[in-house]
């Protein structure tokens, strides 16, 4: 999944989280797929940002690959791999990371 | 070598009239001593500063998860988060300043995940008052934003051992200066007499068993720390994620499948954390 500032959605694309209001009350499902007549009613009511599936958007130069970013956690976690709290932590970041990629 | 820990707390000592501490902080903190005073008095001084009402709710909109609305004035703020709280939002917006003011946008970054992430641990792991270890977890590393303001010269020489030795700031600390942040957190603390509920994470967040009162908020801004470089969310200068002290992992009695349901949690406020960072010009 991945949370784009509304202006860059496009019609198709569906959504990975419900679009929620202020007050915590659901104006779009989870699942439902964009079209011009949605985009335009989220723009009415302001919302800013929206988080669909898969990875629709490049950012240039902002998002590292997964590859990048699991290299990251291992080099991060290099100190504290033989401690089994601290190597399931990082075995459910792995997972998340993973996860999304399937996804996309 | 080390420096001259006399002088450095002489120089602690005179830190109330920096200028980045607004004058409504002391005045706040005179008001809460005064049993009288109610929740319009403490918003009217706070309101009538604007540049700061605003960023304290900017604050609390973004490292105080967990509310079904938006925080939208101070006096909202002040009966739903308690004076301790918001008086820890002012400290936290001057924190802010400097570290914006010193290009610490990944300091930054890190702390307010740190209170994001605290907030998840404190819910999950049912704690009364996820607001107050939210704050603390916010100032947990005030005493870095010291050190780089009044050390400069070997704040640098900590950031260059970071590098040259792989090792952590809070080890770096020790080598160069012969004192951490968390020493020099806690003299700050005691300088603008901070309750203990912040004194303690701020002091013992590297050995969270010091803390002889406030136990679990000390040991949920100790993960919060870990988790949060665990999650590489911000720049907290060394990118090393330390341990999880078993104690302290032991009291806050978390099974193994809210582990993953919070740390699923934690990345989706990060995400969230992240766009307000970036709305706000800072990232």
């Keep these: 999944m991945q949370k784009i500032p509304l202006k860059k959605a496009k019609t198709g694309m569906k959504l990975a989280r419900p679009v929620t209001n202020e007050r915590g009350m659901t104006l779009c499902g989870e699942g439902t797929e964009l079209t011009e007549a949605i985009m335009a009613r ?23 690959s997964v590859e990048q970013q699991l290299d990251e956690i291992h080099a991060r976690f290099k100190r504290v791999e033989s401690d089994p709290l601290m190597k399931k932590i990082k075995g459910i970041l792995v997972n998340l990371l993973t996860e999304g990629t399937e996804e996309g | 070598m080390s420096v001259d820990k006399e002088s450095l707390r002489k120089r602690i000592q005179g830190l109330k009239s920096v200028p980045t501490l607004p004058d409504v902080f002391e005045r706040i903190s005179r008001l809460v001593e005064n049993p009288e005073t109610g929740v319009d008095d403490i918003a009217n001084v706070i309101s009538s500063d604007q540049a700061l009402s605003a960023k304290i709710l900017r604050v609390v909109n973004s490292a105080l998860h967990g509310f079904p609305g938006r925080i939208s004035s101070i006096t909202h703020a002040l ?28 300091m930054w970054a890190h702390s307010l995940g740190a209170a994001v992430t605290a907030g998840v641990i404190a819910r999950k792991s049912e704690f009364p008052n996820p607001e107050e270890v939210s704050i603390a977890a916010l100032l947990h590393d005030i005493g870095k934003v010291i050190i780089k303001t009044e050390l400069p010269e070997e704040a640098l020489r900590v950031e260059e051992t970071v590098k040259t030795k792989g090792i952590t700031t809070y080890e770096a600390e020790e080598e160069i200066l012969g004192l951490t942040h968390t020493t020099v957190g806690r003299w700050l603390c005691e300088e603008w007499n901070l309750p203990v509920k912040l004194t303690d994470p701020i002091a013992y967040h590297h050995r969270p068993m010091m803390s002889q009162t406030v136990k679990i908020p000390t040991a949920i801004v100790h993960v919060s720390d870990v988790l949060v470089r665990a999650t590489g969310f911000g720049a907290p200068e060394d990118d090393i994620v330390p341990m999880i002290h078993p104690k302290a992992w032991e009291i806050l009695n978390l099974s193994d499948d809210l582990l993953e349901e919070m740390i699923r949690e934690i990345r989706t406020q990060l995400d969230d954390a992240e766009d307000f960072l970036s709305s706000d010009g800072t990232q």
């Design chain 1, 42 to 64: 989220l723009v009415r009511m302001e919302v800013e940002h929206i988080t669909v599936k898969g990875r629709p958007i490049k950012t240039a130069g902002g998002h590292k």
């Design chain 2, 79 to 106: 009966i739903i988060l308690g004076f301790d709280v918001v008086q820890g939002l002012i400290l936290s917006s001057s924190v802010f300043d400097i570290m914006m003011g010193k290009g610490l946008h990944g």
